[in-house]
């Protein structure tokens, strides 16, 4: 695997390389055309979009949450038109604590791609580092990327209700959420039995940048052994910067619980869970 955190210094360089793509993986779940519309105004130059409704989830089922894993061969698709091949190093951005970016960050090495980098700080790093944006659209590529899924990356309803006491389950949502105080997405407000909080915000600067290896290593300590860990948040999303968090200071075989919060709040008998663990 490819150290997966890039400085915004480290890219110019890179800027027009053929073995390199970057993606603008902005996007909001208040307005899902926002991202699309934000990439047109203005991008790092030479970067394709990917959709985190259509491109990097798959269609929304009864079940399965908000974000479902995209299909393989339609993720494989898009990637090959962003001309990823095999050997392709792909660097990700976004604008909001690289919770975009870590998703396809988490997303490539699902599917068997590890050479894949976040830009840390995202977009705004990179104008405050002095890069420029344009409005040029590259066209569509033939990478030969194909996606080949790795089910040991991913936990699922099935083995949380199963086996939650052999897991850290982690919940990398906001406290008011965990604590079940507050519920502004999904129809059940809580957390699933068991589960710690590590908020997926507080592993990062206000300006959207990691911190320091150091202080996210403290951050984790807090929550003592991570013995077999699954992260969660939401939708699968946000929790990618907790799993991507987990890499950097060492802690292996993490994994998503892609279903997340809306899948398991989506089966009426499963058992919900208020406050801080007791």
């Keep these: 695997m490819t150290y997966p955190i890039l400085e915004p210094a480290d890219l110019q360089p890179l800027l027009g390389s053929d073995a390199v793509v970057i993606v603008d993986c902005r996007f909001s779940l208040a307005d899902f055309a926002l991202g699309r519309q934000q990439y047109l105004e203005g991008h790092i130059p030479g970067a394709h979009h990917l959709d985190m409704e259509t491109d ?32 392709t190093l792909v660097i990700a951005y976004d604008d909001n604590r690289m919770a975009g970016a870590s998703r396809l960050w988490w997303l490539m090495n699902y599917f068997g791609h590890g050479n894949v980098r976040v830009l840390n700080g995202g977009i705004k790093a990179w104008v405050q ?31 949380l209700k199963r086996d939650s006491g052999n897991l850290a389950l982690i919940d990398a949502r906001e406290k008011a ?7 502004p997405i999904d129809p059940v407000a809580g957390h699933i039995p068991g589960a710690m909080n590590l908020p997926w915000q507080s592993l990062t600067r206000d300006q959207g940048s990691f911190l320091p290896l150091e202080q996210q290593q ?3 300590e807090t ?3 991570l013995d077999n860990p699954v992260v969660y948040c939401g939708s ?4 990618c910067v907790d ?11 993490a994994r998503l619980y ?8 989506s089966y009426p008998d499963n058992p919900v869970a208020t406050g801080l663990i007791a």
């Design 177 to 183: 959420r965990f604590l079940g105080q507050e519920e």
């Design 218 to 220: 403290q951050q984790w």
């Design 129 to 159: 580092h002095g890069g420029s944006l344009n409005q040029d659209i590259p066209e569509a590529q033939h990478g030969n990327f194909t996606a080949t899924p790795n089910p040991g990356m991913v936990a699922d309803v099935e083995e």
């Design 243 to 253: 799993l991507l968090s987990l890499t950097l200071t060492g802690v292996p075989n």
């Design 258 to 265: 892609s279903g997340s919060w809306s899948d398991w709040c």
């Design 223 to 225: 929550l003592g052994p």
């Design 56 to 87: 990097l989830s798959g269609p929304k089922g009864a079940y399965g949450g908000r974000h479902p894993l995209p299909n393989p061969v339609l993720f494989s698709t898009r990637m090959r038109e962003c001309g990823v091949n095999a050997d």
């Design 236 to 239: 699968g999303v946000t929790a």
